[in-house]
């Protein structure tokens, strides 16, 4: 990693820090990132999150640059690990008196495969009524999909999201990260809360049916309302908007990149002033936004004209300046490179021993609260790390060994 001019801020893990979930355990059997991510907001918010893993560990271990388990490290601090053999009755076992104690679990197994353990949701809520389960699977609990297989991938692509993404003259364009993964997470932490405050409040747990699919055609809304009203579908048109303009991606004079958004009327006269050229905001083809769509190429072209002869630094000084909303474009090494990213804590460094240099760069907590902020306590466990710690005071010393010595629990 080369040498920043903006140092990232290192923060030490401390074991001790408390956050607003302080007392709730959360029993997490999810494999890969939707449920990872999902349980990390639970876990950097203070909640105990105890991974029962199988004996290979958690998929994200197997997923290693240069031999490093980055995203087991980022998705998984704050929690604890336990290692079950969950094929075996007695490890099923183990799961049934972990849930009867806690006050959430989290599955993403396929539908059918947690009632095959004998842990239906029915039993766990007869020994527990306030516990909330949450089941995460590609298609849903229920419908004709239930049963196949489901990625992230699947679901981009089934949900409207890669037929609108990309250039009208190219094929479609998959996301190159996990949307949909990240997005059922980010509205999975918040079904789990929501139905936290509701078994807190009436002591009724209850189950949440948490598909990849469904999150993910919903922050494509309004587009099925909008093809019902026109009769038209949404056309992919790379970076440019369909709703505004201009609104693009813009090459600069040093082969760098920036990206501009003139959302409002106002904004829009800022930019035609700015760029030399105040005489647009009157031009018939641009004086309103409708205006503006239907002669968006010749609009684009003016303002790339003007971008294009001028730097990245010149161009962001200059339209700052006009309070013109425009900002780079950046990659990893760019935002590991950036004051306002460093200064915000946005990304940190943490202690890695298995980082050449001693720190691992990552995320800080999201979201940020002012009474009770996020924590971070330790780093990603170790498979099995925490077996004694959560085991003995649930089994007793003697029943511990014994699953042990049977090849039950691992590590």
């Known amino acids: 990693m080369t040498t920043s001019s903006h140092p990232l801020h290192r923060r030490q893990y401390d074991p001790s820090a408390r956050g607003a979930l302080d007392g709730v355990r959360v029993v997490d059997l999810a494999r890969l990132v939707a449920g ?7 876990a950097d918010h203070g909640a105990e999150v105890v991974k029962v893993e199988p ?19 980022t998705w998984c601090r704050n929690k604890k690990s336990i290692c079950l053999d969950l094929r075996n009755p007695e490890g099923q076992e183990v799961v049934r008196r972990l849930a009867a104690e806690a006050q959430i679990l989290v599955e993403s197994f396929r539908p059918g495969v947690l009632e095959a353990m004998g842990l239906a949701p029915e039993t766990l809520l007869e020994a527990n009524p306030a516990l909330v389960i949450l089941r995460v699977s590609g298609w849903g609990q229920t419908g004709p999909y239930r049963h196949k297989p489901g990625f992230g991938t699947l679901v981009e692509g089934y949900s409207g999201f ?11 364009v998959l996301p190159p990260m996990f949307m949909g993964d990240a997005y059922a997470g980010l509205y999975g932490s918040s079904a789990a809360l929501i139905a936290l405050r509701h078994a807190e409040a009436t002591g009724q747990g ?3 049916d948490l598909s990849l699919f469904d999150p993910m055609l919903a922050i494509l809304e309004p587009q099925v309302s909008n093809y019902a009203v026109t009769g ?14 201009p609104r693009n991606a813009y090459r600069t004079r040093d ?7 003139s ?13 030399g050229r105040p005489e647009l905001i009157q031009d018939p083809r641009f004086r309103t936004n409708p205006d503006r769509l239907r002669n968006w190429e010749v609009l684009q072209d003016i303002v790339a004209g003007f971008i294009a002869e001028r730097s990245m630094e010149e161009n962001l000084a200059h339209f700052d300046a006009a309070g013109v909303t425009i900002g780079p474009i950046k990659d990893a090494a760019g935002l590991l490179d950036d004051r306002f990213v460093a200064e915000r804590e946005s990304l940190i460094e943490v202690p890695d021993a298995d980082m050449p240099g001693g720190w691992l760069p990552m995320h800080g907590e999201v979201p940020r609260l002012s009474a009770t902020p996020g924590i971070l306590a330790r780093p990603a466990p170790k498979l099995g ?27």
């Open 55 to 73: 004996p290979e560990g958690d998929t994200l271990r197997a997923w290693k640059v240069q031999g490093i388990e980055t995203s087991w490290k």
């Open 162 to 172: 890669a037929a609108i993404n990309g250039f009208p003259d190219r094929e479609p």
């Open 206 to 208: 209850q189950v949440i």
């Open 255 to 261: 082969d760098g990149w920036v990206c501009l958004s």
């Open 385 to 411: 790390e925490h077996n004694d710690e959560i085991l003995s005071p649930l089994l007793g010393d003697a029943e511990l060994a014994r699953l042990r010595q049977a090849g039950v629990v691992r590590g």
């Open 232 to 245: 038209k579908l949404k056309q992919r048109t790379g970076s440019r908007s369909t709703n505004t303009a």
């Open 36 to 42: 990872n991510l999902l349980t990390k907001v639970l």
């Open 263 to 275: 959302s409002t009327q106002s904004m829009t006269e800022k930019l035609f002033r700015s760029i």
